[in-house]
């Protein structure tokens, strides 16, 4: 089984910043790519940024110049810096990735979620 810890949600101020990590783990845990998806109150669940191991990223229209999706693949570690945070950017944010274990093929995983307020 693959298990994803995210951390570093909170409450900001409008133009300020976080840094999100979420890190995946289990036995013999491979990863192929890992992102950011986030979900504001009454509205469907969207990409934010996602990266592959071999560094490809992708991000959404809303947050490019402001949001830095990056791995560090010897930790199974996701990161998603953000800057110049906006109010509508407040939502819960969900780690996923595409990884196996050592128990488990090649599938998708989800975090619990971490909430990120952002204040006007």
């Known amino acids: 089984q693959v298990q994803l810890v995210e951390s570093g949600g909170g409450l900001v101020q409008a133009g300020g910043s976080l840094r999100l990590s979420c890190a995946a783990s289990?036995?013999?845990?491979?990863?192929?790519?890992m992102g950011w998806h986030r979900q504001a109150p009454g509205k469907q669940r969207e990409l934010v940024a996602a990266t592959t191991s071999g560094g490809f990223t992708t991000y959404a229209d809303s947050v490019k110049g402001r949001f830095t999706i990056s791995i560090d693949n010897g930790k199974n570690t996701v990161y998603l810096q953000m800057n110049s945070l906006k109010p509508e950017n407040t939502a819960v944010y969900y780690c996923?990735?595409?990884?196996?274990?050592?128990?488990?093929?090649?599938?998708?995983?989800w975090g619990q979620g971490t909430q990120v307020t952002v204040s006007s």
């Open positions: 289990g036995s013999g845990v491979g990863v192929a790519a």
């Open positions: 996923n990735t595409k990884a196996r274990s050592s128990s488990s093929p090649w599938r998708y995983h």
